[in-house]
């Protein structure tokens, strides 16, 4: 049903790892990938899928950082199921290793050998939680609660959790992190905006807590008052789409939109959601350009569109410049600018950025007499990006407004939220 | 302790496998296990390192890593070593009754995965006992190998009782054993093309669905995707189905959307009332929109798969365009795909918006991209008409950039919309001409010729371009060349004597200079064309253009259906077709050793054959339309044949499907392979000559595409002077009792041109013995009146033997064997062959898939005898009986089949003669 083998390959294509799950292709298959990736001109031209015709085989790859990981199957395959399994075969590297790259995969050949037995087999995905899996895979891996034997929850309902964890002091700590994605067009219209959140969470919590989470969510008022709870007064938000982790009660959710969970133990994401809503972009910039034959001048200005008392932090604003200028020169009046040629930009950076706040930038390059108009023109087409952080802060207005935490211990555990806002795909084109 | 990373390094060295031998032979464990990673390390890098095998094997005694790491080896060594492997069994036989759980799973998942039967022979009773383990992980692991089990020998795993053991675990209290339990049986169903393995009714549903909440995500997915294939009686029940799994629509995972999504779609037509599906669309559309926040690959498959669904729920992302607004850091393939989606998504409400968006990226640095923007506008024109206006506007906007990419594919673009909407949008050709220097591409010259020729006559300056063209014209490609001769033709016509002078020199570098064949015949045809006078050209040239078909690209309705039907498949990224993706199964042959293990059967009153596997898994001839490029010429190649494709414009053209076994070229012939009919008249009959067909000559044949779903496939060549068309077919009554099941397409064929034409047949009608074996077929067309045929059902008795029924039962067998009279039976001497002769199991199997079964064998006997049982589909309800007698000593030579049927008597013979010659060939 799923995949027949998985590769990782490294930089130039070399064989890391290879797993053969099925025995249904031989893995010299993996040559065919090589040749195809390698040959292609410029990425572009190289899509996820590759299909092997007259082999019936199909590839299919993520990159990441400087690696191939590659599964090959014969059949009509799941692709969904397979493209997520490899980036959660990442994922539990990454918190197997930290950073995932050619070097740390092969200084830790083995123990991948030994969690890809262990996460699929036969080609079905088995289990994924590196929670779990890092109570019983680790072959010459120093970790401290290493014990070799299965534990029970490897195949049970409740399977990210293990039983009888113990901690000294019962925290949790909730972090809701809203990205921002902004289009604005050449002409200043706003096109699109769009919220990506994600609540994670850090439970340090002993034994088997069941939490209800409570958030002004508005369709969560609603079905409280529809039972008969109190009218909730103040703000509330229209969540357009949530995702759970695994261990989220969706029937229950589905039911009264109550979030209630047995949470693994240490940090994971609990929900993700998304909202499309007319904002106003947190930070506005515009960018003016003179251009001369022999030199060209940047005005660029930014100003903040924040509620009172926020500060955008690590303000980076990313301007396209003509690839063959020279001797820049910047006057900004908050922040510096640096020009980096190898992505053909100026990065002007803001520490600290207040609400209500404007800064300009402006930027003097000279120009080679020599040069093509038309790449010069190509040049400018590229839009304007905007990185920053606003902590305490959400764009959407959602908050936590409980986090019940019920244990049969009986023990009280008082939670942690903290709130940012972060710039996601923030795009601004130039005119 | 040193990275292992070093140990990837030790290449090419000599004395290496010296190194590593004594490494493996050290004293002290630490050594030894350093010497094992470095085996496993170069056997990864392609290194081979197999002959260390003995000197691997005697490190399992260690502790579990080590351990798993000797297993990884032997499962990349044991085939090509099969002897020493089985110096290991002890060890896995060991391990399976191992106190620690991990390692019983370790054994038996590895014993599983290599493929040798002296290894599986030892498999069976760790395995049995592993299914029935006291820990759940051991007893998901051993699921899964039932799968693998029956990979490599479904033999041992249905004669064993693997198949029933996999069934009980389907209530196993651990939800992890019962989606492995769910995996392997969706698996075996498949292989084996038996898909009530998996026990689906309104009985076993809920408890799937209640599985559901418990298992890991993976789980989920197995499972959702199981009771997709499952259809519910009542919309009540389809009703409740969706209510339990929706709440899955917002787990984190994408492929559990995708899964859940799918199985809506399939519910969704069985619910009855509409605004219960309204809701549906609308509870989908969220979740899907949020995939487009997930990696790029997987926006990727999400986005070929949304493109899917709006076909049928074009509502679906109505709110939601601008979601799909191309962001500067998507990669192409991203980029490209939510351009698709735009193209599809636009109305006139929308349609500024994305407009404006489309005008942005053609003025992207990317330049494949922008030119796709453009076309992508030149697609909305077409399709809508009311923004046909708004996309020109816009692409005079494009054109006064001047960037030569674009402004060529404007060109290219502007001509699909002007030939659309003929004389509405006049005003951009000045404007296009005006830049037409930046246009360098021939298609985009092309492009601008045509326009050119068109509008010659409301273009001042035609004349003056096309003369510049011509002055260039050797350095201009053939199909420029063509171009700038048609349109020097139109403007000819179209602006008189002021023309003259350009066309004359045109046709003449045509006809005197031009080297192309081609050209050449143009230009005299032209040149004639002109001495029969202006009008006459004018009549030609200027002829009515073939509209454009903007659904062109539109994947066909039915293919659709399939891909909606495996949402989030592999099939679903590519639009083609889900059997082109259907590898074969790698299949052991079942050798005589099987053969010879397998328990006697006799035929009076001994278990039943229906078991086993010969048969079980050579349904694969049933499968609808399995045919497949890709396939190797094996086993399957009866699958090929017999399963025909119902999406012929997927295959290759026949020569690429080029079959050599010897075997199957006579079986070729025998069953009208549809696929080799459709392209080629040769592998058809003539049913009817041009002469008594009032000017149409009729090919055709009888294929079975899917089971008992039959086809009349019609090959009509018009050798008439005019058209033909309002054609309407009918069927005299007959033995099969076939009858249409649609009537005709209307078609219309011009003279000279033929078409092939497919008609459904039903046997449903009634069955008329008088007519014999012969099936009268009237036609009527315009304007050649009422034509008759007739179609020699005997010629394709082998369509009508029922691929599905199965043996008949034994009992009943012999009853209706002992019915008929000596005298009526039927013997024929046979040549079998010898690879044939000597497995009983592939006989069975090539039989059962040409819809013969049997119903019992004697293996040991001398000689080894057959019987076989094939039933006719349709009311006939008649049934051939035969016994098979091979080769004495199972070497090359003559054996025997009897047969008996309850047909009729008059028509008995002829049927018995042609199935004995079926049989015959088939064993051939």
């Not at chain 1, 040629?341 to 950025?353: A, G, L, R, T, Y």
């Not at chain 1, 936590?400 to 009986?410: A, D, I, T």
């Not at chain 2, 570098?509 to 004018?538: K, M, N, P, W």
């Not at chain 2, 394709?796 to 008929?820: I, Q, T």
Request: proline share 5%.
């Amino acid at each position: 049903m799923v995949a027949s083998s998985i590769f990782i390959l490294d930089s130039r294509g070399k064989t890391i790892i290879s797993r053969n799950f099925r025995g249904d292709v031989a893995m010299d298959v993996i040559n065919i990938f090589k040749q195809r990736v390698f040959e292609a001109q410029d990425d572009s031209q190289i899509t996820p899928f590759f299909r092997h015709d007259e082999k019936g085989i199909t590839f299919i790859h993520i990159r990441h950082a400087n690696i191939y990981l590659v599964a090959v199957t014969r059949r009509n395959s799941n692709a969904t199921v397979i493209l997520t399994f490899l980036y959660k075969l990442v994922q539990v590297f990454t918190e197997y290793f930290r950073d995932v790259h050619e070097e740390s995969i092969r200084d830790n050949f083995v123990v991948i050998y030994e969690l890809l037995d262990e996460m699929m087999d036969f080609g079905f995905p088995q289990i994924s939680e590196s929670k779990i899996l890092r109570k019983y895979i680790t072959q010459d891996y120093r970790v401290s609660e290493s014990t070799g034997v299965l534990p029970v929850a490897a195949t049970n309902a409740v399977s990210w959790r293990s039983e009888g964890i113990k901690h000294i002091r019962n925290e949790v700590f909730l972090d809701v992190i809203e990205k921002v994605n902004i289009l604005v067009s050449g002409s200043g219209n706003l096109l699109r905006s769009e919220i990506v959140g994600k609540l994670v969470m850090k439970s340090y919590l002993s034994g088997m807590p069941n939490l209800k989470l409570g958030l002004n969510d508005r369709l969560q008022f609603e079905a409280s008052a529809a039972r008969g709870g109190p009218e909730r007064k103040g703000k509330s938000v229209d969540l357009e789409d949530i995702k759970f982790h695994q261990c989220v009660r969706l029937a229950k959710f589905e039911n009264d939109r109550t979030i209630s969970f047995i949470p693994p133990d240490g940090t994971f994401e609990l929900m993700g959601y998304r909202l499309n809503t007319q904002v106003k972009p947190p930070i506005w910039v515009d960018a003016v350009i003179e251009q001369r034959p022999t030199r060209v001048d940047y005005i660029v200005k930014a100003r903040t569109q924040l509620k009172p008392r926020a500060i955008a932090k690590s303000v980076k604003i990313a301007i396209p410049v003509l690839p063959d200028v020279d001797t820049p020169s910047f006057k900004c009046t908050s922040g510096r600018a640096k020009y980096a040629p190898e992505k053909d930009v100026v990065v002007w950076s803001i520490k600290q950025f207040k609400a209500g706040q404007e800064a300009v930038m402006r930027g003097h390059f000279s120009l080679p007499s020599i040069g093509k108009a038309e790449n010069r023109e190509n040049a400018t087409k590229r839009p304007i990006s905007v990185e920053f952080e606003v902590p305490y802060f959400t764009i959407s207005g959602l908050q936590v407004r409980f986090l019940k935490v019920v244990e049969k211990s009986g023990y009280q555990a008082a939670p942690w939220v903290r709130y940012k806002m972060v710039a996601g795909d923030y795009q601004i084109r130039m005119s | 302790m040193a990275p292992d990373g070093r140990m990837f390094q030790t290449g090419g060295r000599k004395g290496e496998l010296h190194d590593l031998r004594q490494g493996l032979n050290a004293t002290t464990t630490k050594e030894r296990k350093n010497a094992l990673k470095r085996t496993v390390a170069a056997m990864t890098l392609g290194r081979d390192v197999s002959s260390l095998f003995t000197d691997v094997v005697k490190n399992t005694a260690g502790d579990i890593s080590m351990k798993k790491l000797v297993y990884l080896y032997i499962i990349n060594y044991a085939q090509s070593k099969p002897d020493l492997s089985i110096l290991i069994v002890n060890t896995f036989i060991k391990d399976a009754k191992d106190h620690n759980p991990l390692i019983r799973a370790l054994a038996i998942r590895t014993m599983a995965l290599i493929p040798l039967e002296k290894i599986t022979e030892y498999l069976c009773d760790p395995l049995h006992a592993a299914l029935h383990d006291a820990d759940p992980y051991v007893r998901k692991t051993a699921a899964v190998c039932v799968a693998k089990l029956y990979d490599t020998n479904p033999t041992l795993a249905v004669s064993e009782g693997f198949i029933d053991e996999l069934r009980q675990l389907l209530a196993d209290g651990n939800p992890m054993t019962v989606s492995n339990a769910v995996a392997a049986l969706s698996e075996i169903a498949e292989a084996s093309n038996n898909p009530n393995l998996l026990p689906l009714s309104a009985q076993t549903i809920p408890r799937f669905l209640s599985a559901l909440s418990e298992c890991t995500e993976w789980g989920q997915i197995c499972i959702l995707d199981a009771i997709g294939s499952y259809t519910p009686t009542t919309s009540d029940e389809a009703d409740q189905m969706v209510e339990r799994i929706v709440p899955r629509l917002q787990h984190a995972n994408p492929a559990v959307v995708l899964a859940v999504v799918r199985v809506i779609v399939r519910l969704m037509p069985l619910l009855d009332s509409q605004e219960k599906r309204d809701f549906l669309v609308k509870k989908m559309s969220a979740p899907l929109i949020s995939l487009l926040t997930t990696p790029p690959e997987l926006q990727f498959v999400a986005l070929r798969n949304f493109s899917l669904l709006i076909t049928d729920y074009p509502h679906l992302f109505s709110n939601d365009v601008r979601a799909f607004f191309v962001s500067y850091a998507d990669p192409l393939y991203v980029k490209t795909e939510k351009l698709n989606i735009l193209v599809r998504l636009t109305d006139e409400a929308n349609a500024e918006d994305v407009l404006a968006e489309m005008v942005e990226y053609s003025g992207e640095v990317d330049a494949q991209f922008a030119q796709k923007a453009v076309a992508s506008i030149s697609q909305i024109a077409v399709r809508l008409p009311q923004l046909s206006g708004q996309c020109v506007n816009v692409f005079s906007d494009i054109l006064k950039r001047q960037m030569p990419h674009i402004t060529g594919e404007v060109a290219i673009a502007l001509k699909d919309v002007l030939r659309c909407y003929p004389r509405q949008f006049e005003e951009i050709v000045p404007q296009l001409c005006q830049y037409s220097e930046l246009i360098e591409d021939p298609n985009a010259k092309s492009a601008l010729v045509w326009i050119i020729g068109e509008h010659a006559d409301r273009l001042p300056s035609a004349v003056s371009m096309l003369n510049v063209i011509v002055d260039g014209i050797h350095e201009e490609t053939i199909n420029v060349q063509q171009q700038v001769l048609t349109a020097c033709l139109k403007a000819f016509v179209l602006c008189g004597p002021e023309a003259q002078a350009v066309t004359k020199r045109m046709i003449t570098y045509a006809t005197e200079e031009s080297e192309s064949i081609d050209l050449r015949d143009r230009g005299f045809i032209y040149q004639r064309l002109l001495e029969h006078g202006v009008e006459t050209a004018q009549k030609v040239v200027l002829s009515n253009k073939v509209g454009i078909d903007h659904s062109q690209s539109r994947i066909p309705a039915d293919l659709s259906k399939k891909l909606l039907d495996s949402l989030s498949s592999v099939a679903s990224v590519y639009h083609q077709s889900p059997h082109l993706f259907q590898g074969v199964r790698k299949r052991m042959p079942i050798t005589s050793e099987v053969d010879e293990s397998m328990a006697e059967e006799d035929l009076l009153g001994l278990e039943p054959t229906v078991e086993e596997p010969g048969e079980n898994f050579t349904h694969p001839a049933i499968t609808d339309g399995s045919s497949s490029v890709s396939k190797p010429v094996g086993d399957s190649l009866l699958d090929d044949i017999l399963g025909g494709s119902s999406d012929l414009r997927a295959l290759p053209p026949p020569s690429q499907n080029k079959i050599n076994t010897g075997r199957s070229l006579s079986l070729e012939g025998l069953l009208n392979p549809p696929n080799k009919s459709i392209h080629s008249s040769e592998a058809n009959d003539m049913l009817l000559s041009a002469e008594e067909g009032n000017g149409l000559s009729i090919h055709g044949q009888l294929v079975a595409r899917t089971t008992n779903s039959l086809f009349l496939l019609l090959k009509l060549h018009n050798v008439g002077q005019s058209p033909t068309c309002d054609f309407a077919i009918q069927l005299n009554t007959n033995c099969f009792a076939l009858k249409l099941a649609a009537p005709m397409d209307n078609i219309n064929i011009p003279p000279g041109k033929s078409a092939s034409i497919e008609v459904p047949l039903h046997v449903d009608g009634e069955a008329d013995e008088a007519k014999g074996f012969e099936l009268q077929v009237a036609i009527k067309f315009s304007p050649g009146g009422i034509v008759y045929f007739a179609v020699d059902l005997l010629k394709h008795l082998s369509v009508f033997m029922d691929r599905k029924s199965g043996p008949m039962e034994k009992p009943s067998y012999l009853e209706a064997w002992r019915k008929v009279p000596d005298y009526a039976e039927l013997s024929t001497t046979i040549n079998v062959n010898s690879d044939m002769a000597n497995a009983l199991g592939r006989i069975s199997e090539t039989f059962a898939s040409a819809g013969i079964f049997t119903v019992a064998k004697r293996a040991h006997v001398k000689p080894p005898v057959m019987y076989l049982s094939s039933r006719f589909i349709g009311p006939l309800n008649c049934v051939i009986m035969a016994e098979l007698t091979l080769p004495l000593d199972r070497g090359t030579g003559v054996g025997k089949i009897s047969s008996r049927s309850t047909l009729p008597a008059e028509m008995s013979k002829p049927a018995l003669t042609r199935f004995n010659t079926i049989c015959g060939e088939l064993l051939r």
